[in-house]
């Protein structure tokens, strides 16, 4: 039986990806039911991701718990490294360290490794000109060790086609429910469940106003600031969402 554990931060938590009931989905969740009707049987799956985590506790606390889940799992997918690009002074050969090492920890344990590289959100953030160096930095370098080991890599941060408004929610941050949707297309056809890629109409909108402007620094960017000022994180006091092996049957696809 496939045993599926995702670790991440709220890329993988699935933040923007919001049902009625006011939880959050994401394209892992839509992974572990894509592998289960793939499969044509049920898996487990596993979901400790939590946002606002920065890399260092995704590839020692979160990975720590889901090596020690039992049984162990046979696929484990990472993502990381987002939140910290956010912050000044990164190391981002220490990053790329934390992220080999932790490959390392999965193969050695006989864990199947799926490692994607995030999204760009840079062309829709302030100040994100200077981010995007970064992201590239990150998943070239990640990129150059994936020969080495058997594992699958995705590159969302080079797929223009979610860079798109139209995949991303309001904070312009995070993924929508159209771009998690892209994601899981993108990630079950590299796991080798052959599956459409999720593609969405052009958005017809035009430039935005200054009062949506003002709205989204009011809404969304203090806040973040206010945050980083505190020393707080939005993912403070959480935790994953899934962090028992729970039943996926299979279902309809994306």
């Known amino acids: 039986m496939t045993r599926y554990v995702a670790i991440g931060d709220s890329f993988t938590e699935g933040l923007g990806d919001t049902l009625p009931d006011g939880s959050e989905r994401g394209w892992a969740d839509l992974v572990a039911a894509g592998i289960a009707s793939g ?49 000044p002074g990164n190391d981002m050969a220490r990053l790329v360290g934390m992220t080999e090492q932790a490959v390392r920890r999965c193969l050695d344990a006989g864990v199947r490794v799926l490692l994607l590289s995030g999204a760009d959100p840079s062309g829709h953030l302030p100040m994100g000109g200077r981010m995007r ?43 929508n429910t159209n771009g998690h949707r892209r ?29 949506a402007e003002l709205r989204y620094y009011r809404e969304h960017v203090l806040p973040w600031i206010n945050r ?11 935790s994953g969402k899934y962090v028992a092996w729970t039943p996926i049957t299979p279902s309809v696809s994306i």
Request: glycine residues 8%; aromatic residues 6%; proline residues 8%.
């Open 39 to 87: 499969e044509g049987k049920p898996i487990e799956y596993a979901n400790l991701a939590i946002r606002g985590r920065l890399l260092e506790p995704i590839v020692t606390e979160q990975l720590d718990a889901a090596l020690s889940l039992s049984p162990p799992p046979t696929l484990l997918s990472l993502n990381g490294g987002g939140n910290d690009m956010m912050r």
């Open 228 to 238: 980083r000022l505190r020393g707080r994180s939005s993912g403070d006091n959480r």
């Open 183 to 211: 994601v899981a297309s993108v990630v079950l056809n590299a796991l080798g469940y052959p599956t459409e890629a999720y593609v969405v109409a052009p958005d017809p909108a035009g430039t935005k106003s200054l009062a």
């Open 133 to 175: 160096p970064k992201g590239e930095a990150l998943t070239d370098a990640v990129a150059a060790f994936v020969s080495k080991y058997d594992l699958t890599f995705v590159d969302m941060f080079h797929d223009k086609e979610i860079q798109k408004p139209q995949y991303w929610s309001g904070d312009r941050l995070h993924l």
